[in-house]
């Protein structure tokens, strides 16, 4: 028989179901890939709150961020100010001796009145930096782009940078006298989050910086950006970029992790505090300053994994700070293959441990698993600012976990019914239900030898009973016999095997092992036959039914237990040499004209009762091999002297008589049958 509790069925589903998961991560389910994502992004989202990147004590350089906000709006007028006011912005931050000014923004439209002084402070300046946007559209080209800063080499290269066909720059004059110029293009990620950043973009035949890392460059005085390749396959893919000393690890595409911080984590200052000159001069000296817009009617508000509007100029200045401070998150080049090993890992841990578990253990276990995985994660990203994938683990985990419980659930349901089916009539309650809580100590339905006890219950002289009887009276004794006597069987946590006309046969030891089978059989053994001497008599006598005696044997040895049968009728049962014994034994309960009698192995097995030898007697099947029959008498702390001294005469009187010495062995039988009256010795006297 197949084993319902067998194993191999939710470990192969189990493993079938990771090799499906773990393809996502190779592409096989591409319409699974969106929604990885979205998980991803937001478990990312959650880390950058949770743990936001912690910038040095002490930062080089200063960033000062001079915003166009409310207050600035009420003050100097509404936006677009006239160039005649961002010419005097530049020169009031110019005498401040800033290491350099950073617009964020655009200057592609004309002001023909204020355009000559605007770029005559840019000149003056000769320290300020402004954006421009490349972008994938139908637009005609605006403005002047600027010289490209890249090696020719890398330019000529193919690498996967993404190539954009239109730009919008700055007038061809403002160009001209700014310092350099970086694009502030950023593509938000599918959920409209901007998570990443490009630091370099294609427009046709070259390569030009970002913002930011032009700012980064200007601020080091290096005259080029260097751009580290690496072979992923047979395609060259972007590793880093360099400025001087400072590498800045990218994705493929040359885009990194925005490093947020927190929100409004640099000092701000209002440009109208600027213009009307009440700023502290030294928090402006040698401090990169970006100028940008705040205000919520601008419009330059962008959603973040840390605000759902943060001005567009705090994110160029997060980058910055990333790229001077070496605090940009980056997934290293070995990722890929640290988390398919984590999930190879999960998928094999889980599918060949959790089916043995429990559901509490398995839940337990899981709780360890996820909480290692995410101090884990989270730990590297806080202190390497190493980021990690985290969704796919995460689901793979949660499938495979409700995947077992289910399977188990639905297993345990078909093993409970099946236990019921089968063990419902004949043990009691508590042990089904410790064979459901620890299925692996029971022996289930397959057959097996273990030790055991078996008893055999009879009812003397009930054929003569049922003969004189009407068969309702006779039906209505045996229910009224069976029940208190089944009752005690399970009391005592034996098995009821079967009922075969007015004889109970039980056993003790299985299902559910049981060290203690002999004591348990002897114990409720005595029980019966004091139940039935001492109240089921007394209450049958009262409504003029027959009295019943009970002869009980008692047998202990090894045992074949398990589901037997044929595939019409099957039943648990136990067959066996010492079930064969137990039989007999009941049987010459009549002979010897005793209640009970147990055979040697019980009374050695035993230790709570006080058993007195009976005889020696050869068993059908055994007679080259006679056995030793025993009566227990009652437990040992209830043991009376003159119960002591009795059963030493009788122990007396019975060696004597089965070693031969008759006439000793006759006079103690007749001294004991004067003091007791017990048929069992004139048995004895009539052999002699």
């Not at 001079?66 to 912005?89: F, N």
Request: net charge negative.
């Amino acid at each position: 028989m197949v084993l319902l509790l067998n194993k191999k069925i939710p470990i192969l589903l189990s493993l079938v179901l990771s090799i499906l998961i773990i393809g996502v991560e190779f592409g096989l389910w591409t319409g699974a890939e969106p929604y990885l994502q979205r998980l991803e992004h937001l478990l990312y989202d959650l880390r950058l709150q949770l743990f936001p990147i912690q910038p040095p004590q002490i930062t080089h350089p200063k960033i000062v961020i001079v915003s166009i906000d409310e207050k600035s709006l009420k003050q100097e007028g509404r936006w677009p100010w006239p160039r005649k006011k961002l010419s005097d912005l530049v020169d009031r931050l110019s005498l401040l001796s800033p290491a350099l000014i950073t617009f964020d923004m655009v200057f592609a439209e004309r002001d023909p009145l204020h355009d000559p002084s605007f770029i005559q402070s840019l000149q003056t300046s000769k320290s300020v930096i402004a954006g421009f946007i490349l972008h994938e559209g139908d637009v005609d080209d605006v403005g002047t782009l600027p010289t490209p800063i890249f090696a020719q080499e890398i330019e000529g290269k193919d690498l996967p940078i993404s190539n954009l066909s239109g730009f919008i720059s700055n007038l061809p004059a403002i160009e001209s006298a700014l310092l350099g110029s970086g694009f502030l293009t950023i593509f938000p990620d599918h959920d409209g989050i901007i998570r990443r950043a490009p630091l370099v973009l294609r427009h046709r035949d070259h390569l030009y910086p970002s913002l930011a890392l032009e700012v980064a460059r200007r601020y080091l005085l290096e005259e080029s950006i260097q751009i580290r390749i690496a072979k992923q396959g047979e395609r060259e893919v972007v590793e880093a970029l360099h400025l001087g000393k400072l590498r800045t690890p990218t994705d493929k595409r040359g885009a990194v992790l925005i490093p947020y911080t927190s929100d409004h984590s640099f000092l701000q200052l209002s440009a109208t505090d600027v213009l009307q000159n009440t700023v502290d001069p030294q928090t402006l000296q040698n401090a990169i300053v970006f100028i940008g817009a705040s205000a919520l009617g601008i419009g330059d508000l962008q959603p973040t994994p840390i605000a759902l509007g943060l001005p567009g100029v705090e994110i160029q200045a997060s980058l910055l700070s990333g790229l001077l401070n070496q605090t940009i998150p980056y997934e290293p080049d070995w990722t890929a293959g640290f988390h398919l090993s984590v999930l190879v890992g999960i998928g094999i841990a889980f599918s060949f441990f959790l089916p043995y578990l429990s559901a509490v253990s398995t839940l337990l276990g899981v709780m360890g698993i996820l909480g290692v995985l995410i101090v884990g994660n989270f730990g590297f990203w806080q202190k390497y600012l190493i980021a990690l994938p985290l969704a796919l683990p995460f689901i793979l985990i949660s499938i495979l976990t409700l995947f077992h419980l289910a399977y188990g659930y639905l297993g345990e349901g078909r093993y409970r019914r099946r236990l019921k089916q089968l063990f419902g009539q004949y043990v009691p309650p508590e042990i089904i239900k410790e064979m459901i809580m620890h299925p692996k100590i029971s022996s289930g339905f397959e057959g097996e030898s273990r030790e055991m006890t078996v008893l055999f219950a009879d009812i003397k002289h009930f054929t003569t009973i049922a003969e004189n009887s009407p068969a309702s009276q006779t039906k209505q004794l045996l229910q009224h016999f069976l029940t208190p006597m089944t009752e005690i069987i399970f009391k005592h946590r034996g098995t009821v095997d079967k009922y075969v006309g007015d004889m109970i046969m039980a056993f003790w030891g299985a299902p559910i092992p049981d060290l203690a089978h002999a004591d348990h059989a002897c114990a409720a053994a005595l029980e019966m036959l004091d139940v039935l001497e001492n109240k089921l008599n007394p209450e049958w006598k009262k409504k003029n039914l027959p009295n019943l005696n009970i002869g009980i044997g008692i047998s202990t040895g090894l045992m074949n237990v398990g589901d037997m049968g044929s595939k019409f009728r099957r039943s648990y049962t136990v067959i066996g040499d010492a079930v064969n014994c137990g039989s007999r034994f009941e049987q010459l309960t009549r002979y010897y004209e005793v209640p009970l009698i147990v055979g040697e192995a019980t009374a050695k097995k035993q230790t709570q009762f006080i058993c007195q030898k009976l005889d020696r007697v050869s068993v059908r099947g055994r007679e080259d091999d006679p056995i030793s029959i025993y009566q227990p008498l009652c437990l040992k702390e209830k043991l009376t002297e003159a119960m002591a001294e009795d059963i030493i005469l009788h122990e007396s009187a019975v060696n004597f008589y089965l070693s031969g010495e008759r006439d000793k062995a006759k006079i103690a039988f007749e001294q004991l049958k004067q003091k007791t009256a017990l048929p069992l010795y004139q048995v004895f006297l009539n052999r002699m």
